[in-house]
């Protein structure tokens, strides 16, 4: 079993849509939790981070997180074609040095 | 700016080559770290360094031998490169006093090996 699954996608909505992207993770280890934006042909950005169970959110975005099941969520409200890319969650225990765990990441695409 | 800088960005070689990258931050971090992204976007960490010392040392072939100079670069030598080394490959830094560990990615080098 992977330690973290992603659903590849592609996923593709209206804009304006809602958009939900999902993980799931197999070690309770983990801690700290987050989603990375990355567009075609450049680096992954940081978007959002947590490590606590529940919901933290950021403008348009908000990132929610059950560590009883082991999932995490991203919510984009009123998506918009600038959101299109590719959005991994990355997970990592707590504590110094410890790795951070990618998953394959969901590509997007918001059609105008 | 402040940021992850790569070079070179694109790379195309012949099998059986030696080629380095190398990586630069000027965000005042102390960890680095290489990580290849193969083509189906899977992004895999190979090695990390914090204050130049080498501190996650992944199952990577001894072909690939990274060495950090300083604590603000990190560079990545391939010997005899083959087919499977085309990839992306990012550097990464952070700050490990960070509680997230949040890592800044550079660009990216995009390696062909032909």
């Known amino acids: 079993q992977k330690e973290v699954e992603q659903d590849p996608g592609p996923l593709s909505v209206p804009e304006g849509a809602i958009v939900s992207l999902n993980c799931t993770y197999s070690?309770?280890?983990?801690?700290?939790f987050m989603w990375y934006r990355q567009y075609s042909r450049k680096g992954p950005e940081l978007l959002m981070y947590t490590y606590s169970s529940g919901n933290k959110e950021d403008g348009r975005f908000t990132a929610q997180v059950d560590k009883s099941s082991k999932y995490i969520s991203l919510f984009i409200r009123d998506s918009q074609p600038s959101d299109s890319a590719t959005y991994l969650c990355?997970?990592?225990?707590?504590?110094?040095?410890?790795?951070?765990?990618f998953g394959t990441g969901t590509k997007l695409q918001v059609i105008p | 700016d402040t940021a992850v800088s790569q070079t070179p960005k694109y790379l195309v070689t012949q099998m059986g080559n030696d080629k380095s990258i190398k990586c630069e931050q000027n965000l005042g971090h102390d960890t680095m770290y290489w990580y290849k992204q193969d083509s189906k976007k899977f992004l895999k960490i190979m090695f990390s360094?914090?204050?130049?010392?080498?501190?996650i040392n992944e199952t990577v072939p001894n072909r690939f031998s990274p060495k950090s100079p300083d604590k603000a670069h990190l560079n990545l030598h391939i010997n005899s490169l083959e087919l499977g080394d085309s990839a992306v490959y990012f550097c990464?830094?952070?700050?490990?006093?960070?509680?997230?560990?949040?890592?800044?990615f550079g660009p990216g080098t995009r390696l062909t090996v032909l």
């Open positions: 360094y914090n204050n130049k010392e080498l501190i």
């Open positions: 990355a997970i990592r225990p707590s504590g110094g040095y410890q790795k951070v765990t």
């Open positions: 070690n309770s280890a983990f801690q700290y």
């Open positions: 990464a830094s952070s700050q490990t006093s960070g509680v997230g560990n949040e890592q800044f």
